[in-house]
């Protein structure tokens, strides 16, 4: 191996210790938010290991209190904008509490017309003790979503009810299965029942009348 390259690969190399090493919650995604490396700080804040938070989407892992904030990053990406971009975001840390903080992701990429990937840091800024007996909230869009698959509706059916494209349907399901820890989709329509975010006693069913107003 040239003197060069293997200058390289010890810089590489510790980088990745000082990744580990460091305190703050950090991680490397991809353009679409999918974490492809994360350092112990921020696995510890999901109650897990590095190795397994690699393919999770990291606005399932941090709920986005804004969604608006999430539109806009979004499209400012597809137009290869090279800002640094702040998320409010919650989550249940391991212990059960529920912490609040804010994502900030830059993106970084060897040249200006290379795909970026998203080099993102977790701040908490505070947490707050969960009542049991909390309602749940969820989006007029995913009250609407979770009373279609209730009816029985397939994801084809619910997309173009709600005017959304199937991939969209599928994006909030697996966003509010990994937010309730469901396993399969029947787990998820029994949750949201026992949340209180479906109307019990009524035909078809229909969300109740708690959810959140679209930003």
């Avoid at 990291?58 to 290869?80: G, H, S, T």
């Avoid at 009810?161 to 029947?186: I, P, Q």
């Avoid at 787990?187 to 109740?208: D, I």
Wanted: hydrophobic content about 40%; aromatic content about 6%; glycine content about 8%.
């Amino acid at each position: 191996m040239e003197a060069g390259g293997l200058d390289g690969v010890v810089w590489r190399n510790r980088a990745l210790t000082l990744f580990d090493r460091v305190a703050v919650p950090v991680a490397v995604c991809d353009v679409y938010g999918l974490v492809v490396l994360a350092n112990p700080a921020m696995a510890a804040e999901c109650g897990t290991t590095p190795g397994r938070l690699r393919g999770r989407d990291v606005l399932d892992l941090f709920r986005p209190q804004e969604e608006a904030q999430v539109e806009r990053i979004a499209e400012a990406l597809r137009l290869r904008h090279r800002s640094r971009y702040q998320v409010s975001v919650r989550w249940r840390a391991p212990d059960g509490t529920e912490r609040y903080g804010e994502l900030t992701a830059d993106p970084v990429s060897e040249s200006v017309g290379e795909t970026p990937a998203l080099l993102v840091m977790l701040r908490v800024a505070g947490d707050r003790e969960v009542s049991g007996s909390e309602p749940a909230r969820v989006t007029p869009v995913e009250g609407r979503v979770l009373a279609l698959l209730a009816r029985g509706a397939t994801t084809a059916h619910a997309a173009r009810e709600l005017g959304l494209s199937k991939d969209g349907v599928t994006y909030h399901l697996r966003r509010l299965s990994a937010r309730w820890g469901a396993a399969n989709r029947t787990e998820l329509v029994a949750r949201a029942y026992a949340l209180g975010v479906l109307t019990p006693g009524v035909w078809p069913p229909a969300p109740a009348e708690q959810a959140e107003p679209a930003e």
